[in-house]
C-alpha cells in the first residue's frame, strides 16, 4: 500500500483539485490512500472563527460566511450544477460547526478550537472524494477520526498507537483507494482532536505505519526538500537523498517541508519517504530512507522566524543549577512553550522558545518573580547544518547575533529580525 498526502496548497483552489487528478493519473491509484489537509489557508481561517466564538461574537458569522465562501467558490469551479449532493453535504458541515458553536458550554479553548478546526479537513476531503467520483475515480471517504485514536491534549495530541493499530488493521480494506483527512483524530470520548499544526504529514506517516505501506509520498509546491526554504533563500539546491536522521534533524530545527514527528514511525519500519513536486509528478524529488548522510553534501539553512528569546538570571546571588534549571523546564513546560535552543552558564540561562500557544505573558510574569528576565521578542532562530566559514559568513551578514551556539554538524545563530 502507497500513501500519498497532498496539503493545503495542492487544493487551494478548482484548479489545484483538477491537478491533483491529473497526479493520479500518472501515478495510477492502485492500493493508495489519499490523505488530504484543509483547502488552502483554511485553518487559518477556521482558528479566526475559533478567536471570533471567544473574543467577538458579532464577528462569527462573518468569519463562518468567509471560509463557506472560499468553499463555493471551489464547488462551482469543480462541478456543473448546485443539485450535485456535494453541495448538500458541504452544507450540513457547515450547520454542524454552527450547531455546535450555538451549543456549546465548554470555556475551554483548546476543546473548542479542535471541535471546529477540524472541519477544514472535513470539507476538503468530502469535495476531493466527490470530484474523484465525479470524474470516475472511485473512492471511499473514510472519516479519520474513527481510526487515529488519541489522548485529549487538545491541539497537541499524542498519538494511543496501539488503539490506533487495532482500529487501522481490523477496519480498512486493502485495494480500495481511500480519501481522507489528515491532522484530525479522537479521544477516547470521541471528541475531536487534532495533531498539531501542519500535522496531515504526520498522519501520512501513522498510516503509514500502521498499514506497513511500501511508501509515503508527500505532493509539495516544491521540487522536493530543499538546503534552504525558497521562500527566504536565494539560492536553494534540491537534496535526492537523505537519511531518516538527517532528515529528522532537518524537520526538528524547523524545515517546515516535513512535520517533524513523520520521520520516526517511517523509520522504525524502514518505509521510505518521498517528497514530490504536484506540478511536476515525473520527476524524482527527493527519497528520505536507509542509509547516511545527504546528497548532495551541502550545507543546510533553516530558519525560524518570530520566536523568542529569554535570557535569566537569578535574583538571589545563587547559581542557575540543578534546582532552578529543573524549575524552569517546569515552567516552559506548563506554559506550553517549544524549547528551541538552550544555553547556560553559572549565573545565566538563555533559552529560545516558540511562544505557540500565546502563554508568554503569563510565563514571564511567573518568572519575574525568581528570576531577572532580558526578554526579546520576534527573533529570528537560524541553524545552518554542515556548516563552512562561508555559509556562516553569507548568513550573518550585518545582523545583529544575540546568541550562538555550535556543535560538530550544527552551528545556530539567534539575531533581531
Ligand atoms: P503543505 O501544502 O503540505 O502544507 P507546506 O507549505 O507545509 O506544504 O510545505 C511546503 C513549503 O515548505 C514550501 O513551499 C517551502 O516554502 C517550505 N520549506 C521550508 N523548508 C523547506 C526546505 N528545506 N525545502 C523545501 N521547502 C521548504
Ligand atoms: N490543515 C492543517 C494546518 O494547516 C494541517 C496540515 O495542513 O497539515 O495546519
Ligand atoms: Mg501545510
Known sequence: MRIFKFGGASVKDAEGVRNLVKVLGETGTEDTFLVISAMGKTTNAMEGVVDAYFKDKSALPGAIQEVSDYHRQILDGLFKSEKHPVYRDVKSLFEEIKGFLAWNKSPKYNFV????????ELISTTIVSAYLNEVGVRNTWLDIRDYIKTDNKYRDVGIDWKKTQEKVSKGLDRG?????????GSDENNFTTTLGREGSDYTAAILAYCLDAHSVTIWKDVPGVLNADPRYFDKSQLLNKISYREAIELAFYGASVIHPKTLQPLQRKEIPLHVKSFLNPKDPGTTVGKGEGIDPRVPC???????????LSSLDFSFIVEDNISDLFKLLHDYRMKVDMIQNSAISFSVCVDNKFGRLEELLNHLKGKFKVVCHEGVSLYTIRHFDAQSIESLQNGKEVLLEQRGKETVQLVVKQ
Open 301 to 311: 539553512f533553516i530558519v525560524k522566524k518570530n520566536q523568542v528569546l529569554m535570557k
Open 176 to 184: 480500495k483507494l481511500y480519501v481522507s483527512q489528515g491532522f484530525i
Open 113 to 120: 478550537y479542535d471541535q471546529v478546526v477540524c472541519y477544514g
